[in-house]
């Protein structure tokens, strides 16, 4: 008996970010080779394809590398059940337009494939496409704002790392689109033989897709005012300790008011909030890595109890620590 075969479909567009195609592909290549190396049972087998969007085969990416397409979107004969669609680098998307009968294609797509999906600006060309319309989605944080305004009837998210609204996926930046086929080969086999893939490719851990695109340390790293380095670094090595406004304030010289708003002018976010999302991602760390309770992780990271992380979880990635532990922890973890 012949298995079902899952076409998935890379469109390969001139100019395409390199990694927004190969890194879903491997994903994919990887899951392939595990399948067939340990002999798993499956239902279906997956056959992955490059198509071009015309009669050219050779397709030159931003990298300057080509990429070979084995069809095009006109000669390709079989039911595409995934479709991924990269995006082009953040200083072109807004000039680059896809020509009108690819666009056409990609929405007649949308109604017979499965899934449709989107690496970084890709989602610009399913916006274009008109199939993103009173849908939420994400793109690459630094477009997110350009997308929302040339776009106003999506409903963009730039904090998410992917998204899914009905069979349309977005994924944010670059590297992202592995974390989302990451999550597509979970959807289709499960969560352990995508974590299996996870660690031959040595991802670090595959990241939900509720996971901010942006680390909060590196996001806030930006700012060269010394008062405000200094503060930062201090609190990521007291964590355990209860932190105030006032403490702060005092460690700059200046009064709680004024600490305030120079942090929020020079960072974009108020100190309680950083403490906590410092602390957040500290946890998140400690519940893949380690073996430690609960507990022991709340009060090293200054989160003083479970029931108490558990609502700082709750307010900022819409998890529980214990689901977050479960979901994402690999059998690296020891």
């Not at 901010?212 to 700012?223: C, E, P, R, W």
Request: aromatic share 8%; glycine share 4%.
């Amino acid at each position: 008996m012949n298995k079902e075969v899952k076409h998935i479909a890379f469109l390969i567009i001139p100019q395409a970010t390199l990694l927004d195609i190969t890194g879903p592909y491997e994903v994919f290549a990887q899951a392939i080779e595990y399948i067939q190396r340990n002999k798993v049972k499956t239902d279906f087998s997956y056959e992955l394809h490059c198509l071009s969007i015309d009669k050219k085969k050779n397709i030159r990416t931003a990298s300057g590398l080509t990429i070979e397409c084995q069809e095009s979107i006109k000669t390709f004969d079989y039911p595409i059940d995934t479709l991924i669609i990269p995006g082009v680098s953040n200083s072109m998307i807004e000039q680059y337009k896809l020509p009108k009968n690819v666009l056409k294609w990609i929405n007649g797509q949308s109604k017979t494939a499965r899934r449709i999906c989107s690496v970084c600006t890709g989602s610009f060309f399913l916006a274009e496409a008109g199939i993103l319309a009173n849908k939420k989605a994400t793109t690459h944080w630094e477009k997110s704002p350009v997308l929302q305004n040339i776009y106003p009837d999506i409903q963009v998210d730039n904090h998410p790392i992917f998204i899914k609204d009905g069979n349309i996926y977005t994924s944010a930046g670059i590297s992202s689109g592995m974390d989302l086929a990451l999550a597509l080969v979970e959807e289709d086999l499960d969560k352990s033989l995508a974590l299996e893939v996870a660690r031959q490719m040595v991802l670090y851990l595959k990241r939900p897709g509720s996971q901010s695109q942006y680390s909060t340390v590196l996001n806030y790293q930006k700012t060269d005012y010394q008062p405000v380095q200094m503060t930062c670094g201090w609190i990521q090595e007291h964590l355990q300790e209860t932190i105030t406004i006032e403490d702060l304030a005092c460690k700059t010289s200046m009064s709680p008011r004024n600490f305030a708003r120079v942090f929020v002018r020079e960072t974009g976010i108020t100190p309680a909030r950083y403490v906590d999302k410092i602390r957040l991602e500290t946890a998140c760390r400690y519940l893949v890595d380690t073996r430690l309770s609960l507990k022991e992780i709340a009060s090293l990271c200054g989160l003083g109890s479970p029931d108490n992380m558990r609502k700082v979880f709750i307010k900022y990635i819409k998890t529980s620590p214990a689901e977050y532990r479960r979901n994402f922890r690999t059998s690296l973890s020891g």
